[in-house]
């Protein structure tokens, strides 16, 4: 297991996920019934769902596994490719990896050349990647991951959702935090909530007010998820 770690229960990891793709992110059943058939936990169906947490990089597999359901793949090509990648990478979170691509019909990951994971690792010509869509290309300009070494592997260390907020799972346990800073997004909405204004809060926590602004806007959006 990577030393990124993070703790996230599923019903919090699915409001992340809804939140930074409001119109394609699946239902929270959706997401139960995907960790409880494997992905992107192998071990998932044997958890108890009282017990059933993920790590960051389960979290990030899922983001990718949305982003690729929006691009049309089917689920059985995504686990097919999931099952190679883990295979061919000896990672067991191969979506949590860089260097993934994508074209309309193929799933690609470059591993001393461009290989086909859709294919079980036929060479694609170089000149294939200037039609190919990056496939760690923000869902929004907003959203971003960036990657560290880990066992000679580039892994997802960071996630930004929302713009000023990041998910570093090495600050906090991996809860939202104001980039640059180790403070959670829900002690500032906890504290506006409380009746405090948003410039007192700011002046206290010596974090810019376009910062505070933008951690409430990501809290109220997560509060107000329904469904």
Not at 133 to 143: G, K
Not at 204 to 222: F, N, Q
Request: proline share 5%; aromatic share 12%; charged share 25%.
């Amino acid at each position: 297991m990577s030393v990124f770690a993070g703790i996230y229960e599923l019903t919090e990891a699915s409001r992340y996920l809804y939140v930074t793709a409001p119109e394609s992110s699946p239902h929270y059943s959706t997401f139960h019934r995907w960790v409880r058939s494997g992905l992107p936990l192998p071990e998932g169906s044997s958890i108890p769902t009282r017990d059933l947490t993920l790590t960051f990089e389960d979290l990030v597999s899922l983001r990718m596994i949305v982003t690729l359901r929006v691009a049309g793949f089917s689920l059985q090509h995504i686990r097919r490719v999931y099952q190679w990648l883990t295979e061919i990478t000896g990672y067991r979170r191969p979506f949590a990896l860089k260097d993934l691509w994508i074209s309309q019909t193929e799933i690609f990951i470059e591993m001393e050349g461009l290989l086909s994971a859709t294919r079980r690792g036929q060479y694609a010509m170089e000149f294939v990647k200037q039609w190919l869509s990056h496939l760690r290309r923000p869902l929004e300009d907003t959203i971003d991951l960036t990657f560290k070494k880990f066992d000679g592997k580039e892994v997802a260390s960071s996630w930004t959702p929302y713009t000023y907020v990041v998910l570093d799972p090495l600050v906090q346990f991996g809860t939202p935090c104001i980039d640059g800073t180790r403070i959670p997004t829900k002690a500032i909405w906890s504290s506006f909530s409380g009746g405090d204004t948003l410039k007192a809060i700011a002046r206290d926590y010596g974090v810019p007010l376009v910062k505070m602004e933008s951690a409430l806007e990501w809290e109220r959006k997560i509060a107000g998820i329904t469904r």
